[in-house]
């Protein structure tokens, strides 16, 4: 009954260098999401995915990619990390909006870039 | 596009006391409505939620919200509050022919005993 789950937990990048962050869900949901939390300023939409194989832009999405690997993955990828992505990221998963599903989060990335 | 005010950034009460958390929303058509929670350094817990219907929803741990069209609010109620209701409390909202979820900036709920 994992959920949402999300790797690493904590990470420290130097400018400049690249990582992925993972999720995976096993709630069999189509929707999937990456969001940034950051101090006085709530969860921002960076990607977002409708169902496997199509992703769509956030409210933030500069700098950085995703990918739908299959229905349970979604990824999120920065190609060359920068301070201002320093961050705690949550990736979150829900079923049929029109069914009035509600969206589950992991429990969060908190990276840091130096 | 949508988008979610929550005018309250951080909120003060002692225990025992009412509550209420403003949210008021900006989208042309009726929205799905949601309240989470989180405790530092955890996820998100989804409190309730308003898909259509009657517009007092129950939630757990005694919170309840109304919808008020007429207002485009979405306000969260807990009659009277305990310490472990600590937490930042966070206003979402949604609608069926998008995937796209907005959240607000969140209200800090802090508890004097």
């Known amino acids: 009954n994992a959920g949402v789950t999300q790797t690493p937990k904590f990470q420290v990048l130097k400018t400049g260098q690249s990582m992925t962050l993972q999720c995976a869900q096993d709630m069999n949901h189509n929707s999937m999401y990456w969001y940034r939390q950051d101090p006085g300023m709530g969860l921002r939409l960076i990607y977002y995915s409708a169902s496997e194989g199509t992703t769509d832009k956030g409210e933030v999405p500069n700098g950085y990619n995703v990918s739908r690997l299959n229905k349970r993955e979604f990824s999120l990828r920065l190609e060359s990390a920068a301070p201002s992505q320093t961050s705690v990221y949550f990736c979150a998963s829900s079923g049929d909006r029109s069914r009035g599903t509600e969206a589950f989060f992991g429990q969060g990335t908190r990276l840091t870039v130096v | 596009a949508q988008s979610v005010t929550q005018p309250d950034i951080h909120i003060t009460v002692s225990e025992g006391a009412s509550l209420e958390l403003r949210c008021n929303y900006s989208?042309?058509?009726?929205?799905?409505l949601f309240w989470y929670v989180q405790s530092p350094g955890q996820g998100l817990q989804l409190l309730l939620k308003y898909f259509s219907g009657d517009t007092l929803v129950q939630g757990i741990k005694g919170f309840e919200a109304e919808f008020k069209r007429s207002q485009s609010s979405f306000n969260l109620r807990k009659p009277s509050v305990h310490w472990s209701d600590a937490a930042e409390y966070f206003c979402a909202v949604g609608h069926y022919n998008t995937d796209k979820l907005i959240f607000g900036t969140g209200t800090r709920l802090q508890v004097f005993p």
């Open positions: 989208y042309g058509a009726t929205p799905y």
